[in-house]
């Protein structure tokens, strides 16, 4: 099956390249083509796509915005002229980066990478949660994750926040962080209940850890977590804000 | 007689081998985004003129930033530098520091769309006897 697509690109020339590219791949479906972040936004209320081919400077909103503001997590490969970007993208954790103007052979690179299995495509090594024995509820207090070569049992209520750190995600606890190999979208299906929140693309907050909210900006022990656009109204509900 | 395709040679004042590797030989293509080129620029180039008659800097730096990714498309690899030299310094320079800068810009910019024009007609003529 094909990756499907959209193209968030406000220069002609660039868009049809990249359209051009992922035609000849036979890997990518265009789904649709939008010249700014408020109509890429419109659309992606309404319809998932796997990947977004996402310029950073636009008219209006940029791409960063848009990442700021989405509320699922698709692949990203951020295209730009501009390198002094390439770090704000690692900071997004997006997939890759292409510099405009860009090859099909550097494409075709950045397409593949994304298609070789990782953990979105296949089921982590190890399971991350213990498994309920038959016809038994599963203990939802704690959970199992993999780090460094053990399985390590950690409370729910220990976790302060996870984040994203592309192929793998770091449980931080009051006293020590551990990484294990999966992503932040396996995480939130198996964290789903009234304490855990996704408040940006590359985080997962415990929401009864929180010390306060300033700005978009969530203190936690110590820890600051910034809160994605598209996730604010999520929070303040969960929050019981007034 | 041999059905192999001659070779286009792109002009010499842009960047033939980074050409080579965009089009992969499909001069139709490159007809094409020449083509889109030349409808293009001249638009967003007045978007650059307004900016700078109304020194509007930020919105300079962001019209310089598309065109400059204009360029890239057909081979002025060395005008898409220049371009990105003037788009950092419309973050820290006022309108009067960077007028000598822009008049330059605009006389490469000139000469740009004038070799472009002769290249999009020899594209044309080339796709027209190789077609």
Same mark, same amino acid.
């Given at each position: 099956m094909k990756t499907t697509c959209i193209i968030v690109e406000d220069i002609k020339i660039a868009a049809d390249f990249l359209r051009k590219f992922c035609e000849k791949s036979d890997l990518i479906e265009v789904k649709g083509h939008f010249l700014n972040v408020a109509d890429a936004l419109e659309y992606l209320d309404q319809e998932k796509v796997d990947l977004i081919f996402l310029d950073v400077e636009m008219p209006g909103a940029n791409g960063f915005d848009l990442l700021d503001r989405i509320t699922y997590s698709p692949m990203i490969i951020l295209t730009t002229s501009k390198t002094e970007y390439a770090f704000d993208a690692f900071q997004y954790h997006v997939n890759d980066y292409l510099k405009k103007p860009f090859t099909y052979k550097r494409f075709l690179e950045a397409v593949r990478k994304l298609q070789q299995p990782g953990p979105e495509a296949t089921p982590a090594p190890v399971p991350q949660q213990a498994a309920p024995a038959a016809n038994q509820p599963a203990d939802t207090e704690f959970l199992f994750i993999k780090s460094e070569d053990k399985l390590i049992k950690l409370k729910k209520d220990d976790i302060l926040f996870l984040e994203s750190m592309r192929d793998y995600v770091k449980f931080v606890t009051p006293g020590k962080s551990y990484i294990t190999y999966s992503t932040l979208k396996n995480m939130e299906e198996k964290l789903i209940g009234p304490t855990f929140l996704k408040v940006h693309r590359s985080y997962i907050v415990n929401i009864t850890k929180i010390d306060d909210i300033r700005g978009n900006t969530i203190y936690l022990l110590g820890n600051q977590i910034p809160i994605g656009k598209g996730h604010k109204e999520d929070l303040a509900t969960r929050l019981n804000i007034l | 007689?041999?059905?192999?395709?001659?070779?286009?040679? $792109?002009? &010499?004042? *842009?960047?033939?081998?980074?050409?080579?590797? *965009?089009?992969?030989?499909?001069?139709?293509?490159? &007809?094409?985004?020449? &083509?889109? $080129? =030349?409808?293009? *620029?001249?638009?967003?180039?007045?978007?650059?003129?307004?900016?700078? +008659? +109304?020194? +509007? =800097?930020?919105? *300079?730096?962001?019209?310089?930033?598309?065109?400059?990714?204009? $360029?890239?498309?057909?081979?002025?690899?060395? =005008?898409?530098?220049?371009?990105?030299?003037?788009? +950092?310094?419309?973050?820290?320079?006022t309108v009067e520091e960077l007028r000598i800068e822009y008049i330059l810009l605009v006389q490469r910019k000139e000469k740009a769309q004038h070799i472009i024009e002769k290249e999009y007609t020899r594209l044309r003529l080339f796709n027209e006897d190789n077609g």
């Open positions: - | 007689m041999s059905n192999v395709r001659p070779r286009f040679d $792109f002009d &010499e004042s *842009l960047n033939a081998a980074f050409l080579e590797e *965009l089009f992969e030989g499909d001069t139709i293509y490159a &007809e094409t985004v020449f &083509e889109d $080129f =030349l409808k293009d *620029l001249p638009v967003y180039w007045e978007r650059v003129e307004t900016a700078f +008659n +109304n020194k +509007n =800097l930020p919105v *300079l730096g962001t019209c310089i930033h598309t065109c400059k990714t204009l $360029f890239g498309y057909v081979g002025f690899t060395d =005008l898409q530098e220049l371009c990105q030299q003037f788009e +950092n310094k419309c973050s820290v320079n």
